[in-house]
C-alpha cells in the first residue's frame, strides 16, 4: 500500500490535541457490504446501511479493490453522465485514467487524486490503462461523492488534478501515524485539494499499538472508515476492522488506535478520515444524478437524453451509459 511514505517521520511537523477539549463519541460501526462497479471491478460500499443526515455533505463512499489483476482482467467504468456534485478519487495502488468531455482528464497511481466538479453537467469515463489491462495488477482505491448546495449544482463543470507529492504530510504527536491531507485543513496544515463543499479528506497510517488523537473541526461531521488492519476507536475503544466506517459525535477531536498485532498483509491500520459542513438540503438522487428534487433529477435525465450535458469527444467511441449504479428508484431525503 504504498500512496505517500516517508523515509523519516520524525522531520514532519506534528499535530497535537490543547489540553481541555472533549474527545468524539463513537455513535455507530457499520460494515460495508460488497458488490460490483462499471465493468465489474469489485467495491465496498463504505456507507451502506448509514442514515444520509449523518453523513451530510457526503452522498457516496466505494472503496474499489483492494484487487490483484491477472492479465486482462482490469476493467473501469464506460461513459456517463453527472450533475450536481463532485467525484473524488484517489487512488492507493495501481493506475487509473480519467477524461470527461470538459477537457479535464490524466493518469493517477500511487497516491494522486482527481477531483472533478459535475455542477450542471458533465460526461467522463474511467478506466484502467490499456498497458495495465494487458499485464494486470494490484488496484486499489476510492471513489467519494460530495455533495453541492443548491446555489452551486449549476455551476460550470471543472477539474483537479492533484499528484501526490502536493499532498500535506503530518505525524501523530507520539510520531506512531503519518497523515496525508488530500483536502481541508488539519491543525492548521491545507491539503491541496480546492472544495466547493467545506469538507476535510485524510489517508492515515497508524503503527501498531500507537494512538492518533486528531483535531477535528466542531462544525463538520466525522467518519472514519477502516481500509486495512485492526484498531480501535474512541475513548470507548471499541473494535474496528477492515471494510467497517465509523460514525463519531460531536466534539473536538477523534481518537484511533491500532492493535498490538496486525496482519502479515496489512502490517498497519489504515484509515480513510473525512467529515465536513452538513448542506442540510433536501437530497433527490437517482443514479449518475444528485439534486435537490425529484423533478431536478428528472429533468437530468431527459437533459442527458437531449445532449445537453454534451457529448463525448469523437476521440472516444465507447458507448454512453444512461446510468451509473442507479437505484430502482429515486431516494429523497
Not at 56 to 66: A, C, K, R, S, T
Request: aromatic residues 8%; glycine residues 12%.
Amino acid at each position: 500500500m504504498p500512496a505517500v511514505t516517508v523515509s523519516d517521520i520524525t522531520i514532519l511537523p506534528r499535530v497535537s490535541v490543547a489540553p481541555g477539549l472533549r474527545a468524539r463519541t463513537v455513535k455507530s460501526i457499520t460494515t460495508a457490504p460488497q458488490g460490483f462497479e462499471g465493468e465489474g471491478f469489485p467495491v465496498r460500499r463504505a456507507f451502506a446501511g448509514v442514515d444520509m443526515s449523518e453523513l451530510d455533505p457526503f452522498i457516496h463512499l466505494d472503496q474499489m479493490g483492494e484487487v490483484e489483476y491477472a492479465p486482462g482482467e482490469p476493467k473501469g467504468t464506460p461513459w456517463h453522465p453527472h450533475r450536481g456534485f463532485e467525484t473524488v478519487t484517489y487512488i492507493i495502488d495501481g493506475i487509473f485514467d480519467h477524461y470527461d468531455n470538459n477537457g479535464g482528464g490524466g493518469t493517477i497511481q500511487n497516491g494522486d487524486t482527481q477531483w472533478m466538479t459535475a455542477g450542471a453537467g458533465i460526461l467522463h469515463i474511467e478506466t484502467p490503462p490499456e498497458h495495465l489491462v494487458m499485464s494486470g495488477g494490484l488496484f486499489h482505491g476510492f471513489q467519494l461523492w460530495v455533495n453541492l448546495p443548491a446555489a452551486k449544482k449549476w455551476s460550470p463543470p471543472a477539474y483537479q488534478d492533484l499528484r501526490a507529492s502536493e499532498v500535506a504530510l503530518l505525524a501523530s504527536h507520539d510520531g506512531g501515524s503519518l497523515i496525508r491531507v488530500i483536502a481541508g485543513e488539519i491543525d492548521g496544515h491545507k491539503g491541496p485539494g480546492s472544495t466547493q463543499t467545506p469538507i476535510t479528506l485524510v489517508h492515515a497510517t497508524v503503527q501498531p499499538g500507537a494512538e492518533l488523537r486528531l483535531p477535528w473541526r466542531k462544525d463538520y461531521n466525522a467518519l472514519v472508515y477502516t481500509l486495512a488492519g485492526h484498531g480501535f476507536v474512541g475513548e470507548e475503544s471499541r473494535p474496528v476492522q477492515m471494510g467497517q466506517l465509523t460514525v463519531f459525535g460531536e466534539g473536538d477531536f477523534l481518537v484511533i488506535r491500532a492493535a498490538n498485532q496486525q496482519e502479515t498483509r496489512s502490517p498497519e491500520l489504515e484509515l480513510f478520515i473525512l467529515g465536513g459542513q452538513p448542506i442540510k438540503e433536501p437530497v433527490a438522487w437517482m443514479g449518475p444524478f444528485v439534486m435537490n428534487t425529484k423533478a431536478e433529477v428528472l429533468q437530468a435525465f431527459e437533459d442527458f437524453q437531449n445532449g445537453v450535458l454534451g457529448t463525448v469527444p469523437a476521440i472516444h467511441k465507447k458507448e454512453v451509459l444512461n446510468v451509473h449504479g442507479a437505484p430502482t428508484e429515486i431516494v429523497e431525503e
